[in-house]
């Protein structure tokens, strides 16, 4: 391990010392709306047959995938 100093500005070192806090609100944010756009396709599949729109889009997302199991919709990162 090498040990050192550095000079960074205060504004900067405010910054870091919330980043944490920033990605832990933003992590929890993310989990939410994801939770809420799972609930709206549930909603979606009861009412109409998305199945193909589906299939497409997990063809060509390459971060997610939606799956449709029991009528109820669920993403999930590759």
């Known amino acids: 391990m090498v040990k050192g100093t550095v000079t960074i500005s205060l ?3 405010e910054k870091l ?3 944490e806090d920033n990605a832990e609100t ?3 944010n993310v989990k939410l709306l994801a939770k809420e756009l799972q609930v709206f396709l549930t909603f979606v599949c009861t009412r109409a047959d998305i199945d193909k729109y589906v299939q497409e889009f997990n063809l060509q997302s390459t971060t997610s995938k ?3 199991e ?3 919709a669920k993403i ?3």
């Open 11 to 13: 504004a900067d070192y």
């Open 70 to 72: 029991g009528g109820r």
């Open 76 to 78: 999930e990162k590759r």
């Open 26 to 28: 933003l992590d929890r």
């Open 66 to 68: 939606i799956i449709i």
């Open 17 to 19: 010392k919330n980043a």
